[in-house]
């Protein structure tokens, strides 16, 4: 199968309420990670590489930053006079909450999705990231005869609500699906990566419609893995879920371990994001900086360990930044201290200050925020 006969969708707000800390200037998939990129990048990158040629994004509210960082989405050649990106508009809905919204907004773009000439539509979410091999999930659902197929991991249930986890036979097909169980042991988790025919999403939410139906999870996938020939995919490689600023702050340390940065970032399946041209970064005489990741225009001049750093940052003489994220244009002055901090960007740290968290709780200091 390939990616040109395959619609993407990207719901670019799901669970935006379990780093409220960040989205609430900006969407989920806007929020930025790992130097220079948005979480968004991860889900339109795996798309791409697949060959996938039209992507719509799904909006709901905050995505003023969303809209100035996919532009015309050129960074991942969906730029064209023919399908290509679109910015769908955003929806409202009374649900509160959670990942709740997913079936009202498929409900709101049925016309986007039926007039999409592509068989397949793959749905992703941005809490997520991986570099997925597509074209891998495709053969397999293809394989499987599978009417729809769900990518997974294995391990901990992530502390969100509806989480769909997959109890499968010997050949991956799903015999039972529950939602956020409550359990220690590891279990099969998705990643909220779904593919399946056209035709069959939207008979789908057109059977939501007519019954009244309001929750994704519970209601065309649980309530149909009886129905359904459903497949698990499992995601090999790094991931990670998004689901809290805990976990937030430990995936972007996790990317210090180079085995874990290589692996996310793929040659052979590259996460594109927009480029932003700036000097490279300048350290200074006396400075230090151990174990990081360092964006371009960053000005070094203090200590800098096992932390990273955003484009534009500077670090003043005698300032310290341990275990830390400091985004975009962010300034530590001199002889200031942060340890275990998120700082957003341009946030100015003054002279003489100490700032410190601990990696199971960081700091949060807000945009523009001047300490």
Known sequence: MTGKNIVGIVFS???????????????????????????IDFALSNMVN?????????????????????????????????????????????????????????????????????????????????????????????????DITIVYKNGKVPALKDVIVLDMNADGKAEKVTLSPVTDENVNFSLNVILM????????????????????????????????NIYGFE??????????????FKTNMELLNMANCDDLFNAERPVYTKVRDDMPAIYGLGSSVKNSLIADGCIIEGTVENSILFRGVRVEKGAVVKNSIVMQDGFVAQNSTLNCVVADKSVVITPNKTLSGAETYPVYIGKEIVI
């Open 235 to 248: 995601a090999t490689g790094y991931s990670a879920v998004i689901e809290s600023m805990e976990s937030y």
């Open 197 to 228: 025919k056209k035709a069959l999403l939207e008979r789908l939410i057109n059977d939501a419609i007519s019954l009244n139906h309001k929750d994704f999870e519970t209601d065309l996938i649980q309530g149909n893995v009886n129905k359904l």
């Open 13 to 39: 707000n799901a669970y935006d309420e379990c780093i409220s800390e960040l989205t609430g200037i900006r969407t989920m998939g806007s929020v930025p990670f790992a130097c220079r990129y948005r979480l």
């Open 50 to 146: 697949s060959g996938i040629e039209k992507v719509g994004v799904l909006t709901k509210a905050h995505y003023q930053s969303l809209m100035d960082h996919v532009g015309t989405g050129k960074p991942w050649d969906l730029s064209r006079k023919n399908d290509g990106l679109f910015i769908l508009p955003p929806f409202s809905t009374n649900e509160a909450g959670g990942n709740r919204d997913k079936l009202a907004s498929l409900k709101g773009i049925m016309g986007f999705i039926s007039r999409s000439d592509e068989e397949y539509v793959l749905l992703s979410d941005c809490n997520v990231v991986c570099n997925l091999d597509v074209e891998a999930l495709m053969d397999y659902h293809t394989a499987k005869n599978a």
